[in-house]
C-alpha cells in the first residue's frame, strides 16, 4: 500500500464499507469489522444473509473504489469466525487482521491465496507461540499488529498492567521485531495510543513498519459509529476513559470504555437485566451448542457488549423502554480528538512528510 497507515477495525458496525473504502483510497490499509455484518448488511440489502455471504459483500464494497481493504475478525467471536474468514479469503480481502485472542488455527481454515494474514499480538511470547503454531500449518505471518495498553476495546492486559512503564508501546516494540525477525523478518504495525503525524514519524524512527489507529478514524464522517458516539469521543476527557472488567466484556478481557456510555453506567447499578439476544460472543454448552453467555446469565460483572455496540452504532432494534443502550468504546487519544474530519484531511494530516512507499505489485 502507498503508505503505511492502517485504519484499525472498529465493531461492532462502525468499521463498515463507507470508511474502509476510503482509506483505501487515500493511500491506507482501510479494514472492515466482521462482527455483526450479519444483521447489519441483512437490513441494509433488505433480505436475511449468513455471515460467510455478508462478509462476501461487504468486502466487495470496501474494495469498490480501489486500493487495500480488508477485515478485522475476532477470535472471540467463535461462532462465526470461520465463516467470516472464509468469506473474506473468498472475496479477495487483502488482508486478515486477527486478534481478541490468539488466531492460532488461522492458517489451517482456508488457503488464504492472496490475503494476507496478519494476527494481533501484545507481545513478544504471544508472537512467538503464534509462529511455532503457524509454522505446523506451513505458514509465517504475513505481518503482526503489536497494541500497546493504550487502545480501545480488548485489550491484552490486565487492568493493573495497562499503565505499566515496562508495558508501554515503546517497550514492547524491540522484542516483537526481533521475535519477526527471527521468524521471516515480517512487517511489524504498532497500534494503540497513536494520534498524530509525529507519532508516526516516531514509531517508524523506533523500527515499526506502520501504524494502526481506530479512535482517529472513528473521528471521521466517513465512520458507521452514531452521532451521538462521536460526540462522546470528541468531548472525552482523560479520566472519562477506563478499563472496565467488572463489569466487563461477556469475552473475558479487559475492555476501554467512555465512562459515560449509558450501557456501562446502568451496569455499575445492576439496571438493566441479564438478556442476550444478539449472540456473537456465545460459547459452547456441554452439548457443544453455541448457547452460553456470561452477561446472558448474570449482569454482575458483565455488559452485553453484542446490544450495547449495536446500539452505539444505530442499529438499535429494541422498542421504546426496552431500547438498547450504547456502550462507547475508545483509545486514550480519545482526549486528544477535538472534531470530526473527514477521511481524506485525516489521512493528509497523518501523512504529511511521510516518505511513500512503492505500491505491491
Request: aromatic share 6%; charged share 20%.
Given at each position: 500500500?502507498?503508505?503505511?497507515?492502517?485504519?484499525?477495525?472498529?465493531?461492532?458496525?462502525?468499521?463498515?464499507?463507507?470508511?474502509?473504502?476510503?482509506?483505501?483510497?487515500?493511500?491506507?490499509?482501510?479494514?472492515?469489522?466482521?462482527?455483526?455484518?450479519?444483521?447489519?448488511?441483512?437490513?441494509?440489502?433488505?433480505?436475511?444473509?449468513?455471515?460467510?455471504?455478508?462478509?462476501?459483500?461487504?468486502?466487495?464494497?470496501?474494495?469498490?473504489?480501489?486500493?487495500f481493504a480488508?477485515?478485522?475478525?475476532?477470535?472471540?467471536?467463535?461462532?462465526?469466525?470461520?465463516?467470516?474468514?472464509?468469506?473474506?479469503?473468498?472475496?479477495?480481502?487483502?488482508?486478515?487482521?486477527?486478534?481478541?485472542?490468539?488466531?492460532?488455527s488461522?492458517?489451517?481454515?482456508?488457503?488464504?491465496r492472496?490475503?494476507?494474514?496478519?494476527?494481533?499480538?501484545?507481545?513478544?511470547?504471544?508472537?512467538?507461540?503464534?509462529?511455532?503454531?503457524?509454522?505446523?500449518?506451513?505458514?509465517?505471518?504475513?505481518?503482526?499488529?503489536?497494541?500497546?495498553?493504550?487502545?480501545?476495546?480488548?485489550?491484552?492486559?490486565?487492568?493493573?498492567?495497562?499503565?505499566?512503564?515496562?508495558?508501554?508501546?515503546?517497550?514492547?516494540?524491540?522484542?516483537?521485531?526481533?521475535?519477526?525477525?527471527?521468524?521471516?523478518?515480517?512487517?511489524?504495525?504498532?497500534?494503540?495510543?497513536?494520534?498524530?503525524?509525529?507519532?508516526?514519524?516516531?514509531?517508524?524512527?523506533?523500527?515499526?513498519?506502520?501504524?494502526?489507529?481506530?479512535?482517529?478514524?472513528?473521528?471521521t464522517?466517513?465512520?458507521?459509529?452514531?452521532?451521538?458516539?462521536?460526540?462522546?469521543?470528541?468531548?472525552?476527557?482523560p479520566?472519562?476513559?477506563?478499563?472496565?472488567?467488572?463489569?466487563?466484556?461477556?469475552?473475558?478481557?479487559?475492555?476501554?470504555?467512555?465512562?459515560?456510555?449509558?450501557?456501562?453506567?446502568?451496569?455499575?447499578?445492576?439496571?438493566?437485566?441479564?438478556?442476550?439476544?444478539?449472540?456473537?460472543?456465545?460459547?459452547?454448552?456441554?452439548?457443544?451448542?453455541?448457547?452460553?453467555?456470561?452477561?446472558?446469565?448474570?449482569?454482575e460483572?458483565?455488559?452485553?457488549?453484542?446490544?450495547?455496540?449495536?446500539?452505539?452504532?444505530?442499529?438499535?432494534?429494541?422498542?421504546d423502554?426496552?431500547?438498547?443502550?450504547?456502550?462507547?468504546?475508545?483509545?486514550?487519544?480519545?482526549?486528544?480528538?477535538?472534531?470530526?474530519?473527514?477521511?481524506?484531511?485525516?489521512?493528509?494530516?497523518?501523512?504529511?512528510?511521510?516518505?511513500?512507499?512503492?505500491?505491491?505489485?
Amino acid at each position: 500500500m502507498p503508505l503505511p497507515l492502517v485504519q484499525g477495525g472498529m465493531g461492532i458496525g462502525v468499521s463498515l464499507h463507507p470508511l474502509a473504502s476510503a482509506v483505501a483510497a487515500a493511500g491506507g490499509l482501510g479494514l472492515l469489522s466482521s462482527a455483526g455484518l450479519d444483521r447489519i448488511v441483512s437490513r441494509r440489502i433488505g433480505r436475511k444473509v449468513g455471515t460467510y455471504e455478508a462478509v462476501r459483500i461487504e468486502v466487495a464494497a470496501a474494495k469498490a473504489r480501489g486500493g487495500f481493504a480488508g477485515i478485522n475478525i475476532m477470535v472471540a467471536l467463535q461462532r462465526d469466525f470461520e465463516a467470516s474468514v472464509r468469506g473474506a479469503i473468498d472475496a479477495g480481502a487483502d488482508a486478515i487482521v486477527s486478534g481478541a485472542g490468539l488466531p492460532l488455527s488461522l492458517p489451517g481454515i482456508q488457503a488464504p491465496r492472496g490475503t494476507a494474514l496478519v494476527p494481533i499480538v501484545s507481545s513478544a511470547r504471544a508472537l512467538n507461540l503464534i509462529c511455532r503454531r503457524w509454522e505446523r500449518l506451513h505458514y509465517r505471518p504475513d505481518a503482526v499488529v503489536l497494541e500497546g495498553p493504550l487502545a480501545g476495546g480488548h485489550l491484552g492486559f490486565r487492568a493493573d498492567q495497562a499503565e505499566l512503564e515496562e508495558n508501554s508501546l515503546e517497550r514492547l516494540l524491540p522484542p516483537v521485531k526481533e521475535t519477526a525477525v527471527a521468524h521471516g523478518d515480517f512487517p511489524v504495525i504498532v497500534a494503540g495510543g497513536i494520534y498524530s503525524h509525529e507519532d508516526v514519524r516516531r514509531f517508524l524512527a523506533l523500527g515499526a513498519d506502520g501504524v494502526q489507529m481506530g479512535t482517529r478514524f472513528l473521528a471521521t464522517e466517513e465512520s458507521s459509529a452514531s452521532a451521538a458516539y462521536k460526540r462522546a469521543v470528541v468531548r472525552a476527557r482523560p479520566e472519562d476513559l477506563i478499563v472496565a472488567t467488572a463489569p466487563g466484556s461477556p469475552c473475558g478481557l479487559p475492555f476501554r470504555v467512555l465512562r459515560e456510555s449509558p450501557m456501562y453506567q446502568s451496569a455499575l447499578v445492576r439496571a438493566r437485566p441479564p438478556r442476550c439476544d444478539k449472540g456473537y460472543v456465545l460459547l459452547k454448552d456441554a452439548q457443544g451448542r453455541y448457547a452460553r453467555c456470561a452477561a446472558k446469565e448474570s449482569n454482575e460483572q458483565h455488559f452485553c457488549i453484542c446490544d450495547g455496540l449495536f446500539s452505539a452504532a444505530g442499529y438499535d432494534a429494541g422498542r421504546d423502554a426496552d431500547k438498547d443502550e450504547p456502550l462507547y468504546t475508545a483509545g486514550t487519544i480519545a482526549a486528544r480528538v477535538d472534531r470530526i474530519l473527514s477521511v481524506s484531511d485525516l489521512m493528509a494530516e497523518l501523512a504529511g512528510t511521510l516518505v511513500v512507499l512503492p505500491t505491491a505489485a
